[in-house]
């Protein structure tokens, strides 16, 4: 990589935008569940809803958000959607209702469906074909730089103050940040092939439902969330029944993985130009499957650790690779229509934790044996992709 040159000025100003926004809201998501049972005394089921919320209307809102995005320009809507996401974080900390903390949830899971597809889209607008997966794990890095830094400081500052400065907190910076958006954005013109005013949204939809590669890249990206849902739900639980101190050895395994992906997303990202995409995804859901295994045979914390390295591994080859494939299936006036599209593929973020719930309940020791076959199967549904559109 040359240096500050090979990407365009406004890259890496949103590469550094998306650290510094995924750091805010790192200071507080992942302590809602925390927030809601202790501030709000809200009830177990009802904290579900909560986080649902935000997951559902991620889901099922990314294809709109990216509609509009393409109809009315990557500007418009990043800019609007910022400013309403910081309001966001400061309702979190004034309102003390529990309804209105769902709606919020769902209002959060919306502007994050709406921004992300439109910064990405964005980022494309100005990058060279030949750079874009470099893109692509660049910023899988940078979300995961913010993820150790965010959680951190959403600790700090809640024991130097009170529960609800975090939130504030990331509100004032989320509006700071859409001031330096303006001004970054109208410094640069824009490159965006506007989609035809005559377009309606069901035309899109239809459109996009009837495109058979995208149907079956996000059939496979759902059952590789599906199984990656696992991470946080019955792996804390499979840690907890096989060894002692499960909890403190989870918390380990979480910082082992931040560690892995930092240390090796570049060397395994300039690795992965060299072949093809489905050839990156392929080596990691091999390394998915491993984990997986390994996990399942694990009764003690050495083998906990070598298993969470391997699963890490495959994360790196696989995530940034999955957002990729589908911007080289996109038409130049529906990149960010596609990229809302694959927010569907968190579906199986849904499935996954009830049915590993399940699994865990009635099939404890095969639990991560059928795991690793889904993650496996995912590959037909791409080599399937691959063979209708040899770009990938």
């Known amino acids: 990589m040359k240096g500050l040159n090979y990407f365009h000025p406004l890259v890496w100003s949103i590469l550094l935008g998306t650290i510094f926004t995924r750091a805010a809201s790192f200071m507080t998501i992942p302590f809602l569940a925390l927030y809601l049972h202790n501030e709000l005394h809200a009830t177990p089921l009802v904290i579900g809803v909560t986080l649902g919320a935000a997951q559902l209307f991620a889901t099922f809102g990314g294809i709109f958000g990216g509609y509009l995005t393409d109809k009315l320009g990557r500007k418009l809507v990043i800019i609007f959607t910022i400013f309403v996401w910081s309001g966001v974080f400061i309702g979190f900390a004034l309102v003390q ?6 709606i919020l949830s769902s209002l959060n899971g919306l502007c994050r469906s709406f921004f992300e597809p439109a910064t990405q889209a964005l980022m494309i607008d100005f990058t060279e074909k030949e750079k874009r997966r470099r893109l692509f794990s660049i910023r899988y890095t940078s979300i995961n730089i913010a993820g150790v830094i965010g959680p951190v400081l959403g600790v700090w500052i809640s024991s130097l103050s009170s529960a609800v400065m975090p939130f504030v907190i990331t509100g004032v910076m989320y509006a700071a940040y859409g001031f330096v958006l303006i001004g970054l954005l109208n410094h640069f013109e824009m490159r965006q092939q506007l989609a035809s005013g005559r377009q309606t949204l069901p035309q899109m939809l239809k459109v996009v439902g009837k495109d058979t590669k995208l149907l079956l890249l ?16 019955t792996l804390p639980q499979l840690v907890n029944l096989s060894v002692e ?69 495959g994360e790196i080859f696989a995530f940034p690779m999955m957002n990729a494939m589908i911007e080289e299936i996109a038409p130049d006036t529906q990149k960010a229509t596609y990229l809302g599209a694959s927010q ?29 076959v889904i993650v496996l199967l995912s590959l037909v549904f791409y080599k399937k992709a691959l063979s209708m559109n040899k770009a990938i």
């Open 97 to 102: 209702n529990v309804l209105l903390f769902i």
């Open 218 to 233: 996000l059939a496979g990206g759902v059952l590789i969330s599906l199984g990656y849902s696992q991470y946080d739900s």
């Open 245 to 313: 101190e499960g909890v403190k050895l989870y918390s380990i395994l979480l910082v082992i993985n931040a560690a892995i992906v930092l240390l090796l997303q570049l060397p395994i990202s300039v690795y992965t130009e060299k072949i093809s995409s489905f050839k990156s995804l392929s080596f990691g859901m091999c390394f998915f499957a491993a984990g997986f295994i390994l996990f399942n045979m694990a009764s003690s914390w050495a083998l906990f650790i070598i298993a969470m390295i391997v699963f890490s591994i």
């Open 344 to 372: 569907l593929k968190n579906l199986g973020g849904f499935i996954g934790p009830i049915f590993g719930g399940w699994l865990l309940t009635h099939y404890i020791g095969e639990i991560y044996y059928v795991m690793a």
